[in-house]
């Protein structure tokens, strides 16, 4: 019976309101698994969504890049495989869908999650360990983009984000490898890290995404790191999304 209700809290519909989104990824928290249940790493991905307007919207003058955010009416999801550990390239795919939900801080999973999932579709085999530029565990609701695509898919998650979404950290060592807990201020819970992966460049924040914990989810993100700030399979899935945008932009 158990295992039936989680795969019940799994399934959802993504054409829903705020508040019901809300609810969803609250729902959704009693599937999120915090421990390592992996299973043989042979394929990594990272993933990454871009944004676009189309149609009559598109000859609208944007007066910032958050306008042009909020009136994106297509989604690109992407991604792009890697064999693990010698990170050679084996696979990319992307997909393009209609956008629906709104920009909303905090529920962005709902914006792009529907574009990974069908890029994800495009693979003969899904990868077994997903990267997402992005938040996992490091949410208000403890369910970003990394852990409510990893509870969808049931699949090993890591969320690595070039900002803060919430939580604090004190100093980070400035070698590569370094890192300090990211702390919920409100009540001194441990919802990520802080992790130098370059000598003397800004930090990422890694978080847990699902069937991780921190502590892996960390060595992991060192170990797809190749002397960037940011780790390779998300800076070429966000390369890529970037390229595919630029591509149908101009056609």
Known sequence: MKKKRVAEQRAHRWEVTPAEAREIQEELREAWEGRDRLGKIRTVAGLDAAFMVTGSQALKKNASCWDGLREANRAIGCVVVYRYPDLGEIA??????????????????????PALLAALG???????????????????RRLGLAAHLGVWLDRPTIGCAKSILIGEHGEVGRTAGSWTALVDPKNGERIGAAVRTRQSVKP?????????????????????????RIPRPTREADRFAREVKKTLAGS
Do not use: K, M
Not at 94 to 103: D, G, K, N, Q, S
Not at 122 to 140: S, V
Not at 205 to 225: D, F, M, P
């Open 204 to 228: 990422v924040y890694v978080s847990q995404g699902n069937r991780v914990c921190l502590e892996t989810a960390i060595r992991l993100t060192l170990a797809v790191t190749d002397g960037f």
């Open 122 to 140: 495009r693979l003969q085999e899904l990868p077994d360990l997903l990267f997402c530029d992005g938040q996992g565990y490091a949410h208000p």
């Open 92 to 113: 990319r795919a992307y997909a393009v869908v209609a956008l629906e939900f709104p920009y909303i801080p905090g529920l962005l999973s709902f914006r792009e999650i």
